[in-house]
Structure formats: structure tokens, C-alpha cells
């Protein structure tokens, strides 16, 4: 059975920063992203990494996060994270971790249940 548990999300003011965690379990994965959706939006692809082995070869991020959003991932843990610096109050959402066994760039196979991430001005 495939579970993707994620944490860290909560309450921060703007400029501060957050880092979420992705526990990926049931499966053995070769991508992995962070999605989010504000309410009345679409949910939009964040960041997401693929890879082989221990090597990471594709790196995704928005235009909207690049210099302060860090994606990156432990083996050993079955674990990636999102270092989220500089926050604004626009990065308010539901941030979704996803998986896919697929090497791509839009891992979507399966679903986190999402963690709040409110943004204060």
C-alpha cells in the first residue's frame, strides 16, 4: 500500500520560512514533486526531482518559488523535503506531496493528504 505522509506545514509571517517532509512508503520511486492549491486555484506543480540511484538528474521548480524553495530528498529516510525561505503571503495553500514509479517531470501516480501552509502579511 502506497502512503505519502507529509508535515510541517502551519502558521509563519511573511519573510519567514517552513520546511516540509514527505514519508514515501509501499513503493520504490524515481520521482517526486510538491504541489499546491490555494483556494479557487488550480493546483500547480511547486518543485519535483527525479532520479536514479542516489544521483538526482532533473530538478523542477516554479518561477514563482525558485531562489527560496529548496527541494531535496533522503534515501536513507525515504524522505523529501521543501525548504520554503522568504515566504509570502501568496505561498498560502494546501501543499500536496506526490509520487509517481516513473521517471518524469510531473509525478503524479499517487497523493499526500496535504498540509496547510498559511502565509501572514
Known amino acids: 500500500q502506497v502512503q505519502l505522509v507529509e508535515s510541517g506545514g502551519g502558521l509563519v509571517q511573511a519573510g519567514g520560512s517552513l520546511r516540509l517532509s514527505c514519508v514515501a512508503s509501499?513503493?520504490?520511486?524515481?520521482?517526486m514533486g510538491w504541489f499546491r492549491q490555494a483556494p479557487g486555484k488550480e493546483r500547480e506543480r511547486v518543485a519535483a526531482?527525479?532520479?536514479?540511484?542516489?544521483?538526482?538528474?532533473?530538478?523542477y521548480y516554479a518561477d514563482s518559488v525558485k531562489g527560496r524553495f529548496t527541494m531535496s530528498r533522503d534515501n536513507a529516510k525515504n524522505t523529501v523535503y521543501l525548504q520554503m525561505n522568504s515566504l509570502k503571503p501568496e505561498d498560502t495553500a494546501v501543499y500536496y506531496c506526490?509520487?509517481?514509479?516513473?521517471?518524469?517531470?510531473?509525478?503524479?501516480?499517487?497523493w499526500g493528504q496535504g498540509t496547510q501552509v498559511t502565509v501572514s502579511s
Open positions: 526531482i527525479s532520479w536514479r540511484a542516489v544521483t538526482t538528474y532533473y530538478a
Open positions: 506526490a509520487a509517481s514509479e516513473k521517471s518524469t517531470s510531473m509525478p503524479q501516480d499517487h
Open positions: 509501499g513503493r520504490t520511486f524515481s520521482s
